[in-house]
């Protein structure tokens, strides 16, 4: 059954297309990474990543992205809940919006953000009040990431909520359950493959994001300097094999946490019986 | 308008969904390829279209090898399961959609166009939905439109996959009448793809049971069923109860009971395995007490005009029973039979079998089931 | 879109939640709404306003943004066409076909996704830049890549490459191959397939695909940001341009421009909503 669309034409032109195009983009470019970074030794290799800046600007991207992403499990589960549930004026408006940060160029997130969070901003000076600096550190990055990453749980859930069989929630009343047990027994375990893609989306784009982060970050080295920006100082200074270290290092980081989450992903849809 | 299949092999990985196939159809008739789910008869409806390659084979159409050409210069009409109704377009541009793409030397005028896409929604009676657009009709509707378009551009073979499957019941029945009276009256030659027998017996003048990848029996409705060629065949077309035994002495033994062959099977010695297949009419029962073979009625089932009866065999002399599958005899009593005999559930009667279909080799004299 | 029908199916059910809790919860949401996405977009147009109307005038016609503007839509004028060929050749192979390595070829076209912007930068300066593979021979033969509208071109494809693919694999694996096979039964050829039948079946999916493209194309900081080089009415993009007025303090400039890649955000959610309401529409219509 498998290849019963071989009468249709095109094949040879589509494939020569699709294969010409990501070869020259995708392919031959991350080639050129990889062998970029064999040219150095295995030493100099070490002595790149072992900096202490270069961690300490790991740990900031890893642990703002990371806060980023959870902190928008929460707030993306209730937005997609409220939108897809409750009856809201301009619902379609609101729903519309969520899109935004897909839509609105990084740089334009990133001068506004800051000059929001700044100490004088319209919503930094409420936080200067309360003693805590937003922009310039951490803390702003974690904003500029939440910014950047909600559309991303609210899209992949949205659609599953919109699914979810009315039917079963009925029959965990009939049977009992309150409204609370309702939604953590019957609703909340469909939902959670969807809310791990979208965990793991706003995670990876949190992790490379450098456009809506660097105005707000204040890009001090040891305490608020992300792993992007790094590897444009390097280039900056003209040093290819440190920044091709670091790029490379954070691919393959990255593409490690996405296999984990990936499993973990395709785990839990086996156990709810998804996908 | 023929079409012969010459030993068709088609393989997915180890799947042999196509084995060896062999088949002649005549100018003109009405096919049908009858099978269960991944017996292959899609596969061979699709090669036969040039939608599909066999791997070796040939395919010839009026005598022309055809295996290789391509689709469009085989002229043939395909009605596809699910319609594949153009949904962006109304029925109309539906209907006219293989005469609008041909090559512009080929392409008759609009006013040509405009008159044979009508005529042919007159033919399938739906001219007044000419305007609407798929979506918007029935799935009877849509089975009717997806034939017209296929008819427009006048093709020499007309094949359908699985052309009712989609269907309601009722409606099924009507559409099947009316496939066989258009067939009657254009004369195409038509090949169609069922898991439905009744579908199959209703509608084609002669229907080809396929079971995994091979062609099991070719012949009529009646053929079919009254003189199956596999196991397979006979319980596949219509019910039927397999008595699991041995031949022996010209005698097939199940339990201790046993039944005298027919006189062309006498000489076959088969004591190790040999099913017995006894359609449920051909099973009668008598309230003589005298009748060897005991049966106590289970069950009986009103089915209108006849009555389905369950027995299960009782062991004479505390001796082992016949070996039947489900361990049920099952029984098909006219109405009238019924009345006269005035059973009940748990009678014991005795059952006289007055027909059995035998499978066996008449080459090697080895049993075929 | 019959409102009856919906004002009916959401009343609430006697499983839905106490009021307090809805109310509570749509509050919150509102909340978020408003704090991340539409107080930004508010400040963008009161900080570019800030010195008035005069300043934000000049501020976006000054010779340079001009000619920001300019590459920005010759960049985003090449890429769009050509990813959308691109994407259609791809959704075409992927979806239509079984074929070995069509999963990693589908992996491949989604990679740009998850890799870092500035790190599709790097890699066209390790290729092309002047310590890179061809880079030596392609400035030798007055035909620099880095620093120059090619380089802002590829990589500003390679951030861009999933987006239109990535809308039509699903889209077209989900309709499924009868239409086209009809068609070619009919007697149709490639191209007549492709024109009647395949194209106006993708069309509200690919525009969507062709605005999300158009919108990063236009939008892209990062990737760009690394090849350009920052040359002032030469490789200046507009949402490089931003950053350059924002770091010499010139905060309105750098506002009023922003407004102008603002816009292009609120346009795009506009055709977006749009697309999906029709193709919302159809699918109804399809499945009446």
């Given at each position: ?81 409220v939108l897809v549930r409750y009856p809201l004026p301009?619902k ?70 919109q699914?979810?069989?009315r ?109 | ?369 | 879109?019959n409102t009856q029908a919906t004002k009916i199916q959401r009343r609430p059910a006697?499983?839905e ?5 809805r109310?509570?919860?749509s ?262």
């Amino acid at each position: 059954m498998s290849q019963r669309k071989s009468m249709l034409p095109g094949f040879g032109l589509s494939l020569g297309i699709t294969v010409f195009t990501v070869s020259l983009l995708v392919l031959i470019p991350l080639l050129a990474l990889v062998t970029r970074s064999a040219e150095l030794s295995l030493g100099g290799i070490w002595d790149t990543l072992a900096d202490r800046r270069v961690l300490a600007a790991f740990r900031v991207s890893f642990s703002t992205a990371f806060a980023a992403a959870f902190l928008n499990i929460f707030m993306g589960l209730v937005v997609a809940w409220v939108l897809v549930r409750y009856p809201l004026p301009f619902k379609r408006f609101w729903d519309s919006l969520i899109d935004l940060p897909f839509a609105l160029p990084t740089a334009v997130a990133g001068i506004v953000l800051t000059t929001l969070y700044s100490p004088n901003g319209w919503l930094g000076q409420f936080f200067a009040d309360l003693g805590i600096r937003v922009a310039f550190t951490p803390l702003g990055i974690t904003i500029a990431l939440i910014f950047i990453g909600l559309p991303f749980v609210v899209r992949t859930v949205e659609p599953i909520l919109q699914d979810l069989d009315r039917q079963q929630e009925e029959a965990s009343t009939s049977l009992g359950a309150s409204r609370w047990q309702t939604f953590r027994r019957v609703l909340l375990p469909p939902l959670i493959p969807a809310i791990l893609t979208g965990f793991s989306l706003a995670f990876a784009r949190g992790l490379g994001e450098y456009g809506s982060v660097i105005f707000i970050a204040g890009n001090m080295p040891m305490k608020s300097e992300i792993v992007p920006l790094l590897i444009v100082t390097k280039l900056e200074q003209y040093n290819y094999p440190g920044a091709t270290v670091i790029a490379l290092a954070s691919l393959v980081v990255a593409f490690v946490m996405l296999l984990v989450i990936n499993g973990l992903q395709h785990w839990t849809r086996k156990r709810t019986g998804r996908g | 308008m023929s079409i012969h299949v010459n030993h068709l092999t088609k393989r997915y990985g180890n799947f042999t969904a196509l084995d060896d196939i062999e088949l002649s159809i005549d100018d003109g008739e009405l096919v049908a390829l009858l099978g269960p789910s991944g017996c292959g008869k899609t596969t061979l409806l699709r090669s036969i279209a040039g939608m599909e390659f066999a791997d070796s084979g040939s395919i010839l159409l009026e005598g022309r090898d055809m295996t290789y050409e391509p689709i469009r210069h085989r002229q043939v009409g395909f009605v596809f399961q699910h319609y594949a109704l153009f949904n962006h377009m109304s029925v109309f541009e539906n209907v006219a959609y293989g005469l609008r793409v041909r090559p512009r030397a080929q392409r008759p005028a609009e006013a040509e166009i405009r008159r044979r896409v009508h005529e042919l929604l007159e033919l399938v009676q739906l001219d007044w939905l000419a305007k609407r657009f798929p979506p918007q009709l029935s799935g009877g509707q849509r089975q009717r439109i997806a034939l017209a378009r296929a008819l427009a551009v006048e093709p020499r073979y007309l094949l359908l996959d699985e052309p009712f499957g989609a269907l309601d019941a009722n409606v099924r029945k009507e559409l099947r009448r009316w496939l066989r009276r258009l067939h009657e009256e254009l004369h195409v030659t038509s090949l169609f793809v069922t898991h439905d027998q009744e579908e199959a017996m209703e509608v084609a003048s002669r229907i080809v049971v396929m079971n995994h990848g091979r062609i099991e029996q070719v012949g009529t409705p009646e053929e079919i069923y009254d003189e199956p060629h596999t196991p397979f065949v006979s319980s596949f077309i219509g019910n039927v109860n397999i008595l699991r035994g041995a031949i022996r002495e010209g005698a097939f033994h199940t339990g201790n009971w046993q039944i005298p062959l027919p006189k062309e099977a006498r000489e076959i010695h088969h004591p190790e395995e040999q099913d017995a297949f006894i359609r449920p009419h051909d099973i009668e029962i008598v309230k003589d007490t005298a009748v060897p073979w005991r049966v106590r009625i289970q069950h009986i089932q009103p089915m209108g005009s006849s009555y389905h009866v369950e027995a299960v065999p009782i062991a004479l002399n505390g001796d082992n029973g016949p070996h039947i599958e489900n361990d049920l005899i099952t029984i098909e009593l006219t109405r009238q039979a019924y009345k006269a005999l005035a059973i009940d559930t748990n009678d014991e009667v005795g059952i006289d079998i007055h027909h059995v279909h035998w499978f066996y080799d008449h080459a090697t004299g080895t049993a075929a089931s | 879109m019959n409102t009856q029908a919906t004002k009916i199916q959401r009343r609430p059910a006697p499983t839905e939640a106490s009021p307090w809790v809805r109310y509570l919860l749509s509050a919150l949401a509102l909340v978020i709404i408003g704090l991340f996405l539409i107080l930004p977009l508010v400040s963008v147009l009161a900080e570019a306003f800030r010195e008035g109307w005069q300043a934000y005038i000049s501020a976006i016609t000054d010779r340079y943004t001009r000619h920001a503007i300019l590459l920005t839509l010759t960049t985003a004028l090449i890429c769009v066409p050509l990813n959308t060929v691109f994407g259609i050749a791809a959704a075409w192979c992927i979806a239509r076909f079984q074929f070995p390595g069509r999963s990693l070829l589908t992996t491949l076209i989604d990679l740009p996704f998850s890799v870092s912007p500035v790190i599709a930068g790097l890699v066209f300066i390790l290729i092309f830049g002047s310590q890179g593979w061809f880079g030596g021979w392609f400035t030798a033969h007055g035909f620099p890549i880095i620093f120059a509208l090619p380089g802002i071109v590829l990589a500003t494809m390679f951030v861009t490459l999933p987006f239109v693919a990535r809308e039509l694999i699903p889209l077209m694996q989900e309709q499924g191959s009868e239409q086209e096979e009809a068609s070619i039964m009919l007697g149709a050829g490639p191209w007549k397939m492709f024109w009647t039948i395949t194209l106006p079946r993708i069309k509200w999916g690919l525009l969507y695909g062709v605005i999300l493209c158009n919108a990063r194309a236009m939008g892209e900081f990062g990737a760009v940001s690394v090849v350009s080089g920052h040359i002032r009415g030469s490789t200046n993009t507009l949402p490089l341009h931003v950053e350059i007025l924002y770091n010499e303090y010139q905060f309105s400039a750098a506002f009023a421009v922003a407004t102008l890649l603002a816009g292009l955000a609120i346009v795009t959610l506009i055709v977006k909503s749009i697309v999906e309401w029709r193709q919302q529409r159809q699918w109804e219509n399809a499945t009446q």
